[in-house]
């Protein structure tokens, strides 16, 4: 599910609601270390929404969130562990 | 307060929310899961999940018909009553939906929705949400009134009363009965 490159950790969330794109997001966080960042990518419309507060509720940084229409693409980077 | 000694200010004041996020302990969910239908056993289960993932500490509080989404046999037959239920897709007149096989057809259909969107059915999910250290409390009142027992229980739940729920949702940010 996750695939690690020199600059991030991909983790695909195409195809999956709401809990699940976040759940995911949380158990592949739990890997990385503090600064390392997670490139997500889904098709949950509510992505839009959720990954920001998830970001602002784990204390990670949201570096970017890019709606392409079919698919919404985000950057976030781990924060001190909490 | 003796007269002449000036009482000082109040020096506690509201902890603005950025701080209150960071430094003081995990914010907290406490759930009433209260229905005994597949329809039912998802909100709890998605919100408990979904906190978890959060990193809040979460209790679910199962009680009356709520009880059976822990039920080893019973949840994995949960079902979807098309009677009283005008939100229906198909809609249809009450009296319809009383008939034999109508909560069998609307608990296949929206077992398809469910896993056609991808979700996992509820064992698994409630799998999920244990591994996630939700924490499961089974209403001791409701094991009583309805003759469940422990063992009919899926493993690692905490057989308590609402006293124990209580405890833990006193502490709560947010508490919702569903």
């Given at each position: 599910m996750t695939h690690t490159t020199d600059t991030h950790t991909d983790l695909d969330c195409k195809g999956l609601l709401c809990p699940l794109p976040v759940y995911r997001a949380a158990q592949a966080m739990g890997k990385l270390a503090p600064g390392q960042v997670l490139r997500i990518e889904c098709t949950d419309r509510g992505s839009l929404e959720d990954f920001p507060a998830f970001a602002r509720q784990r204390g990670h940084t949201l570096l970017s969130a890019e709606d392409r229409g079919a698919v919404q693409v985000f950057l976030i980077q781990k924060g001190g562990d909490r | 307060m003796t007269a002449g000694t000036a009482a000082p200010a109040p020096s506690v004041a509201p902890m603005p929310i950025e701080e209150r996020e960071t430094k003081t302990r995990p914010r907290r969910l406490a759930l009433v899961a209260s229905k005994g239908t597949l329809d039912g056993a998802y909100p709890p289960l998605i919100l408990a999940a979904t906190a978890a993932s959060l990193g809040w500490e979460v209790g679910i509080f199962f009680t009356f018909y709520g009880l059976d989404i822990l039920h080893r046999k019973k949840h994995r037959k949960l079902k979807v009553?098309?009677?009283?239920?005008?939100?229906?897709?198909?809609?249809?007149?009450?009296?319809?939906?009383?008939?034999?096989?109508?909560?069998?057809?609307?608990?296949?259909?929206?077992?398809r929705w469910m896993k056609r969107a991808g979700l996992p059915d509820v064992p698994t999910f409630l799998g999920m949400a244990r591994e996630s250290g939700v924490r499961l409390y089974a209403c001791s009142t409701t094991m009583g009134v309805?003759?469940?027992?422990?063992?009919?229980l899926v493993d690692g739940v905490t057989i308590a009363g609402a006293a124990a729920f209580l405890d833990f949702a006193a502490e709560a940010d947010v508490s919702m009965f569903v």
């Open positions: - | 009553p098309p009677l009283g239920n005008p939100a229906m897709p198909v809609p249809m007149p009450n009296l319809l939906g009383a008939l034999p096989g109508m909560t069998a057809a609307a608990t296949a259909m929206m077992r309805m003759g469940v027992e422990a063992n009919d």
